[in-house]
């Protein structure tokens, strides 16, 4: 046998081996609306930031509050606030400044970083 009959057995076998590590490694994609945030973060800092004082949260602790509208279901929803389209960088910024939305809104300035606002947003969009 040649040579170069004797490189290609090994390599085929090295290449299917990669294929298959790299398949059993592969991370399912979140749903479009939370891939630029961590919703398990996310609903982490629903608790840390006090939301569910106002607003009941599905799948955060405590979070049962009736000053605010409930926020189930919200991923389905087709306006935050009844003034903006529901998508993920209109509800960064209504997270983080609501004053700025909807000037005298009950909703306080939380201080939420621009991060932690991706994070919850991608939390409240799995609530479907």
């Known amino acids: 046998m040649n040579r170069q009959l004797r490189i290609w057995p090994p390599l085929l076998v090295s290449l ?3 294929a298959v590590l ?3 490694t592969r991370v399912p994609l979140p749903p479009p609306e939370s891939r630029e945030g961590y919703p398990e973060r996310g609903a982490r800092l629903i ?3 006090g939301c569910g004082g106002c607003h009941t949260v599905p799948g955060v602790p ?3 509050g009736l000053v ?3 926020l189930t279901r919200f991923g389905a929803r087709s306006y935050i606030a009844g003034e903006l389209p529901n998508n993920p960088e209109n ?3 209504w997270i ?3 004053q700025a939305v909807e000037p005298g809104t009950a ?3 939380l201080g939420v970083s621009e991060t932690d606002a991706q994070d919850i947003a991608a939390y409240l969009f799995t609530l479907e």
């Open 68 to 70: 605010g509208p409930p």
């Open 91 to 93: 509800l960064r910024r």
């Open 22 to 24: 790299a398949a059993c």
């Open 16 to 18: 299917a081996v990669t």
């Open 96 to 98: 983080q400044d609501p």
């Open 47 to 49: 608790q840390q930031y």
């Open 107 to 109: 909703m306080p300035d």
């Open 62 to 64: 405590r979070a049962e």
